[in-house]
């Protein structure tokens, strides 16, 4: 999928998550596993947790076109990160060699 952000896009390879994969998302797996995608039905100022997470990863909320509408990283065993604003998706980038650039487009060059 392709992602937007500050009027510029990447391409972000993503996993769209079941229902049952939206209670555990990337709880207890490792920092090469795949990107995440979860969507919603209605707009939603969406909570995750680290828990059972055991590395950092960016949560990344979209909106329907895909726009970033706020991202965070989220360090391992947080109790609650929120979004600043109501999106349709989530994606969970586990910040690793693979998504370097889809993090350094985020954040910046060298800013993690």
């Known amino acids: ?6 009027s510029k896009g990447i391409t972000v390879p993503v996993k769209k998550v079941s229902e ?5 998302g ?19 100022t969406a909570g995750i947790h680290s828990f059972f997470v055991f590395f950092s990863f960016a949560a990344v909320w979209l909106d329907k076109k895909n726009n970033v509408v706020d991202f ?12 600043k604003k109501p999106s349709t998706k989530l994606v ?6 693979e998504n370097r650039e889809i993090i ?9």
């Open 72 to 83: 965070e990283v989220v360090r391992p065993f947080r109790f609650l990160v929120n979004s």
């Open 20 to 24: 049952f994969g939206k209670f555990s």
């Open 92 to 97: 969970e980038l586990p910040i690793n060699y």
């Open 26 to 44: 990337l709880m207890f797996k490792g920092k090469n596993t795949e990107n995440l995608l979860f969507e919603f039905r209605n707009w939603k």
């Open 1 to 6: 999928m392709k992602i937007y952000f500050n």
């Open 104 to 112: 350094e487009f985020l954040v910046g060059k060298g800013k993690i």
